[in-house]
């Protein structure tokens, strides 16, 4: 069964940093991209961030730019986001997703259950 | 950057056909998927590529994508049905964007 968990949410300060993780199974981690995506609280969806298979391509919202960076360690089938300078708009349930398809195709077929990040003094 | 708007809210009886547009600038060139999210609930792909269902969701759902409308309709409604659902496309290949959301009620 194809699954992803997340953890590493939590309450932080404003200005704080935060790493979250994304544990993958069921799937061949190393063939799938993989993507962010953020729900704050009673909003839409917001897509957050994109890393291709190989880890070689990164891609961010421009509200996240220069203070997130994804990352994904093979090895131990893991996606993680760092996130620094946090804000109270950063505020919300992170979902890691699995991409399907490639380049402008991209759907997101499993998603994990969500990790919640506050961000309040 | 790119735009996606739904209606904020849909109705329909139970059995009979919702219809949930997403609208945006020429969307009809652009590949679209959808997802359902009931509350407290992880997304569920439900279409993507504007008409294909992934395995184990119901031929009751169906899309269209063509000009400036993509539509998600759903046939012979279900109460299970009610939820929240997003479209979804890419801007680029580097950037993505979902739409504002609707929320359907089954009556």
């Known amino acids: 069964e194809v699954q992803l968990l997340e953890s590493g949410g939590g309450l932080v300060q404003p200005g704080g940093s935060l790493r979250l993780s994304c544990a993958a199974s069921g799937f061949t981690f190393s063939s799938s991209g993989m993507s962010w995506v953020r729900q704050a609280p009673g909003k839409g969806l917001e897509w957050v961030s994109v890393?291709?298979?190989?880890?070689?391509?990164?891609y961010y919202a421009d509200s996240v730019k220069g203070r997130f960076t994804i990352s994904r360690d093979t090895s131990k089938s893991t996606l993680y986001l760092q996130m620094n300078s946090l804000g109270a708009e950063d505020t919300a349930v992170y979902y890691c997703?699995?991409?399907?398809?490639?380049?402008?195709?991209?759907?997101?077929?499993?998603w994990g259950q969500g990790t919640l990040v506050t961000v309040s003094s | 950057s790119y735009e996606l708007t739904q209606p904020l809210s849909v109705s329909v009886a139970l059995g009979q056909t919702a219809r949930i547009t997403c609208g945006g600038n020429?969307?009809?060139?652009?590949?679209v998927h959808w997802y359902q999210q009931t509350p407290g609930q992880a997304p569920v792909l439900v279409i993507y590529?504007?008409?294909n269902r992934p395995s184990g969701i119901p031929e009751r759902f169906s899309g269209s994508n063509s000009g400036n409308t993509a539509t998600l309709t759903i046939s012979r409604a279900e109460a299970g049905d009610a939820a929240d659902y997003y479209c979804?496309?890419?801007?680029?290949?580097?950037?993505?964007?979902f739409g504002t959301g609707t929320e359907v009620t089954v009556l």
């Open positions: 997703a699995r991409n399907y398809g490639s380049g402008s195709y991209v759907a997101f077929d499993t």
């Open positions: 020429n969307i009809g060139s652009k590949s």
């Open positions: 890393i291709s298979a190989t880890g070689g391509r990164t």
């Open positions: 979804q496309l890419w801007d680029s290949s580097a950037a993505s964007v």
């Open positions: 590529r504007d008409s």
